[in-house]
């Protein structure tokens, strides 16, 4: 799998936008871009995925650089709730493992 | 639909005592795979299964066997216990196609002593 790198925290004000930047400028033609997060204490939690298009869910949307080699997960509106560890993975879809870096520090201020 | 269940939350052991951390879930994932997360620090990946009767070995797989006879029964043997093992252990179960995404569980806390 190819290999990630995340600020190691950032902040984000109730409310605003968070965007969480990641890098992935050795991913391959076959991974995709995964996106976890992990509240404290809880097991990690699915956020969305995608190949080269822009994604978007109930959660968050997922934007890819044209090149593929970086991309950025967007929360439209941070709650305090979303105050987690982010993880950004690039792996082939139907591989069975996960490799976990450090992730993103997010802390939502009121 | 519970997703992943892990049992139990929480468990002591003496240094050399054996234990069965159990994980079942009810999605029909193919897919099932143990992670320990030690303080500040990512999960590693310890055994995986791609199906029943399948398993192989992760990234930290000493200490701890695994088997698969059901699809939805994944349980986690440590042989025995040592502090090196003082982690907080995830089950997560996928479908073998990657969509959706791993489904994880709200971990088992373990203190060797």
């Known amino acids: 799998d190819a290999k990630t790198t995340q600020p190691p925290s950032m902040d984000c004000a109730e409310g605003r936008a968070a965007n969480l930047p990641c890098n992935h400028s050795t991913i391959s033609g076959n991974e995709y871009v995964y996106w976890y997060r992990q509240i404290h204490s809880q097991g990690p939690q699915y956020i969305i995925h995608g190949l080269k298009n822009n994604e978007t869910n109930e959660m968050a949307s997922l934007i890819i650089t044209e090149d593929r080699k970086s991309s950025t997960l967007i929360l439209p509106h941070a709650t305090l709730r979303d105050t987690a560890v982010y993880y950004c993975i690039v792996r082939v879809e139907n591989d069975y493992k996960l490799s976990f870096g450090a992730g993103t520090t997010v802390t939502v201020r009121a | ?113």
């Open chain 2, 1 to 113: 639909n519970a997703g992943v269940t892990q049992t139990p939350k929480f468990q002591v052991l003496k240094t050399g005592q054996s234990m069965t951390l159990q994980c079942a879930q009810d999605m029909n994932h193919e897919y099932m795979s143990w992670y320990r997360q030690d303080p500040g620090m990512g999960l590693r990946l310890i055994h995986y299964s791609v199906g029943a009767g399948i398993t192989d070995q992760g990234e930290v797989p000493n200490g701890y066997n695994v088997s698969r006879s059901t699809t939805e029964d994944f349980p986690l043997r440590l042989l025995s216990a040592a502090p090196s093992q003082t982690s907080v252990y995830f089950c997560a179960s996928s479908y073998s196609t990657g969509a959706g995404g791993y489904t994880f569980g709200s971990g088992t806390r373990l203190t060797v002593v």
